[in-house]
């Protein structure tokens, strides 16, 4: 299986015969789908099913479900999850049933995901929440304190990981001081460098092992104050892979985000030389996916091995009742109100 080092979106529900055929030729390691993707679950199981046709092999197919503001599956046909900050809430007065209750609460998510074929959930986000920091994060954080978002970010991990999904980790090194929404905008973060070890980067440095990883499209101005995360080899590798000691798979976060600069290839190459392992490319627009498709590499070396490990940890979930553990998780936050 010989694949490149990207991911794909798509344009809308099902593939068109231009989007089977470039798949095809471009071999994108994986894809990742949104909203415009979906319809209600025959419809997903099917584009699933027609994208790992196009690249001939299980492809990992992604998808951002973390509960709250940010789920692409939804009503009617799927449930609307807590956000990350009820369980941290929980955790302030029982940190016990809240570990339990996103432990469980991911299964949940996990068992829709698996049903539908995919595999990855971009899920936890340890970021911290910084009352100075735009809402992009808000309550997607799991809270003010390394120690406790460390903890609740494993337990949700592992709920996936037992369903059957992959986890991703985000946004390293962090994104909860970003002023600014990095979709739109490129977010630079003052703070000092010690003080963002100690804090920010310290939730990222407990859940190093995991197998994925998302960079921040922020720049840490006292590291290095001309490149976001995403296209600093400084940030990458004394911060990431250094300090934090990440030594799984890392990819880019979006490179269609407004944050980036320059063109799609240029966007390319900078996260694959400041040390990204494989391009996200999300928004399915196919001028831009043949840009970052050219500059994207055959996957090799130890971004291939890091990929290979991950895939590895793939497993076929015993089978649960959704509906059962979400009823379990809404009686654990119902103490918190």
């Given at each position: 299986?010989?694949s ?22 471009a ?32 492809a ?31 955790y302030l ?28 959930d ?6 911290l ?5 735009h ?14 978002v ?9 709920g ?8 991703v ?18 977010p ?63 990819m ?7 944050a980036?600069a ?10 694959l ?48 009742d ?12 119902k103490m918190?109100?």
């Amino acid at each position: 299986m010989t694949s490149r080092a990207f991911i794909a979106g798509c344009a809308g529900p099902n593939l068109s015969a231009t989007e089977r055929s470039f798949f095809r030729d471009a071999e994108p390691w994986g894809f990742i789908l949104f909203a415009r993707n979906v319809a209600d679950p025959d419809q997903v199981r099917a584009l699933v099913a027609d994208l790992r046709e196009a690249v001939g092999w299980v492809a990992p197919v992604l998808i951002d479900q973390e509960g709250g503001r940010v789920q692409r599956l939804r009503p009617p046909h799927w449930t609307d999850d807590p956000p990350a900050e009820a369980f941290g809430s929980l955790y302030l007065s029982d940190p016990t049933a809240a570990l339990e209750a996103v432990r469980l609460n991911s299964r949940a998510i996990a068992a829709d995901l698996y049903a539908l074929g995919i595999d990855v959930d971009c899920l936890p986000c340890a970021d911290l929440r910084h009352p100075d920091g735009h809402g992009i994060i808000g309550n997607r954080a799991y809270g003010t304190e390394p120690i406790a978002v460390a903890a609740l970010a494993r337990a949700a991990a592992v709920g996936l990981m037992e369903g059957g999904v992959l986890p991703v980790l985000k946004h390293i090194p962090g994104h909860g001081r970003a002023p600014v929404d990095s979709h739109e905008k490129l977010p630079v973060v003052t703070a000092k460098r010690g003080e963002l070890e100690g804090m920010d980067f310290a939730a990222f440095r407990d859940l190093s092992d995991l197998p994925l990883g998302m960079t921040a499209h922020v720049v840490y101005a006292d590291i290095d104050p001309d490149r976001p995360a995403t296209t600093s080899l400084v940030v990458l590798s004394e911060v990431v892979r250094g300090s934090i000691g990440f030594d799984g798979m890392l990819m880019s976060d979006d490179l269609s985000m407004g944050a980036l600069a320059g063109t799609m290839e240029t966007r390319a190459r900078d996260a694959l030389a400041a040390g990204c392992d494989m391009l996200l490319h999300c928004n399915g627009k196919m001028e831009e996916m043949e840009k970052v498709a050219a500059s994207a590499p055959v996957l090799t070396g130890e971004a291939y091995a890091r990929a290979a490990k991950a895939l590895a940890l793939r497993v076929t979930p015993d089978p649960v009742d959704a509906k059962e553990l979400r009823a379990v998780v809404a009686a654990q936050l119902k103490m918190v109100g």
